[in-house]
């Protein structure tokens, strides 16, 4: 037949097909079908959109990352060394990993750093970063001549779809020093494929400013483990130094932001430069206070486009470009811990300042550790309430959920013809402002020696200097406190490593507050723990904590 006249002759019948096709799909769209696993708990309400907040995994414990992987599934680690896998559909969880050298005891070793590499489907590579321990290392001592067996290692993986689980361990970094604390860590992968690695101080600040170690620092480093011909030192991982502990870490728009923990004040949201030094010990946030200013004027310093004081203990950071959540295109998605909420920060056209911030679920789920963003623009959040913290600071924390902990949760659009499902749901809207934090002192020489007390040390020592039991020492009838040499050195440099006070034995970091204040406010705050604390009657002087300070290098 010729396929003119078959047209001609069929054409009415084609156009009344179509359009009856078109009708019945209009009348048979199928509602959308949420995963039945998930259990529903808010709506956060925006301006045009609104939003689903569902709780998808619980009893995890102390979990620290959460990827999207290129397989369409949910990767999230557990600090004692296990990797899981979540399918996202059916909500089966299976642990694809477990290291028994893991090293998980104090504040922040484990295993920490995970990202996949980003053609996973033709590349199963998981690359991970893990603390353990080597009592067989002799010659690594901690800040109190201690022996330090902490080290940690930066690890590649192979996944086996076959037998879902990961083998195949192949080595990029070991003995890496490590800590009980500060560890950092975060993993990402740029946009020009190289993987960034950032590590914090271990409790050491002097780590930060030597290019011959690799704590205090962000590495970049080839997928296969070499060293990258563009790095800013030749045959060298080193990519940026002086940080203190970093525990936020993504590539987007072509640039690498960090976000890291400040001691008491100056957390501090960054962008990663070639060869940027980043501050620390020498600078807390910006380049404001005369110590600091001294050390910027010889050192390029590159400051942080946004900071808080107080602090929120910033963790997992990620970017959101989604068309899935218009208000929330171009932000950096940011958890926090202390903050116990999701921050949401507005960059503006070059990607370079925050211009705006918004807050969400403050205190509804405890602790957020880690964020991720599926490509479909649906959010999700790990907690961290089973860690030490709030253990140690119960007193910091209201409406932390007792049972069930740690969680996964979603965030994700609810679809038009779900909404009814949800109308008994609890609706929450962005939060006016963070919550109450303990403010660091304000600069100056008429600080008061209670309040500058209050705002360093009460956290740890508490309100009458009693301490806490197999954590933080007393300060009232101790040696350290009488001898005002050993008291001044301890809190200028800090300390870390075991200690005998009063009979008992304590085994955790304390900060330096060299940076943080100011002569004078040493002098208030010493003589305060001193003469009213304790009945001592000789004072200390801004010139002893002056020939002290200058006698000794950070």
């Not at 604390?533 to 801004?542: E, G, L």
Request: overall charge negative.
């Amino acid at each position: 037949m010729n396929s003119a006249n078959f047209w001609d002759k069929n054409w009415n019948n084609i156009v009344v097909l179509c359009l009856l096709c078109l009708v019945a799909s209009c009348n048979n769209t199928e509602p959308y079908k949420r995963p039945s696993f998930e259990k529903p708990k808010f709506i956060i309400e925006l301006a045009e959109t609104r939003l689903l907040v569902s709780e998808l995994e619980r009893d995890l414990v102390q979990p620290w990352e959460i990827t999207w992987g290129g397989d369409g599934h949910l990767w999230f680690t557990e600090k004692k060394g296990n990797v899981l896998r979540m399918d996202p559909n059916s909500g089966a969880v299976k642990k694809v990993l477990s290291i028994p050298e893991v090293f998980s005891e104090g504040y922040t070793p484990g295993l920490l750093g995970m990202v996949l590499h980003p053609e996973f489907m033709n590349n199963p590579y998981v690359y991970l970063h893990y603390t353990y321990t080597d009592s067989t290392l002799t010659n690594e001592f901690d800040r109190r001549g201690n022996p330090n067996y902490v080290k940690s290692r930066l690890v590649r993986y192979a996944y086996f779809n076959e037998n879902d689980t990961l083998m195949e361990s192949e080595s990029i970094f070991h003995e890496i020093p490590g800590s009980r604390g500060h560890n950092g860590s975060r993993l990402t992968i740029s946009d020009d494929n190289k993987l960034l690695f950032s590590i914090g101080d271990v409790a050491n600040s002097r780590n930060a400013q030597t290019e011959e170690s690799l704590p205090g620092k962000v590495l970049r480093i080839n997928l296969d483990g070499s060293v990258p011909d563009d790095n800013p030192i030749p045959d060298s991982y080193f990519y940026s130094m002086g940080h203190r502990n970093p525990q936020g870490l993504v590539a987007a728009n072509g640039k690498i932001y960090s976000s890291e923990h400040g001691p008491d004040n100056d957390d501090e949201i960054n962008i990663i430069k070639a060869g940027g030094n980043y501050g620390w010990p020498f600078v807390e946030g910006y380049c404001d206070k005369e110590n600091e200013l001294t050390f910027c004027d010889t050192v390029a310093v590159t400051e942080p486009i946004y900071n808080w004081t107080p602090t929120i203990a910033p963790a997992g950071l990620d970017y959101y470009n989604n068309d899935a959540i218009p208000e929330w295109k171009n932000n950096l998605m940011l958890t926090t811990l202390k903050g116990r909420s999701l921050w949401l920060l507005e960059l503006d056209e070059s990607g370079e300042r925050i211009i705006n911030e918004r807050i969400y679920l403050q205190k509804q789920f405890g602790r957020f550790r880690d964020l991720c963003v599926a490509p479909n623009g649906d959010v999700y959040i790990v907690t961290s309430n089973s860690d030490w913290h709030i253990g140690r600071y119960g007193w910091m924390y209201e409406n932390v959920p007792e049972n069930g902990n740690d969680r996964v949760l979603k965030i994700s659009v609810i679809h038009e013809s779900e909404v009814e499902n949800f109308k008994d749901l609890k609706v929450l809207t962005e939060d006016n402002k963070p919550i109450e934090m303990f403010v660091q002192a304000k600069s100056g020489n008429d600080a008061n020696g209670m309040f500058v007390y209050n705002n360093n040390c009460v956290s740890c020592h508490m309100k009458q200097g009693q301490g806490i039991p197999d954590f933080a020492p007393p300060l009232i009838g101790t040696k350290t406190v009488a001898d005002k040499t050993k008291l001044i050195e301890t809190v200028l440099f800090g300390m870390s490593g075991e200690i005998e006070v009063k009979g008992k034995k304590y085994n955790e970091i304390m900060p330096g507050f060299a940076v943080g204040l100011s002569n004078n406010e040493l002098k208030d705050l010493l003589n305060f723990i001193r003469l009213t604390a304790n009945d001592y009657t000789d004072s200390i002087s801004v010139k002893e904590i002056e020939v002290i300070r200058n006698s000794r290098t950070l």
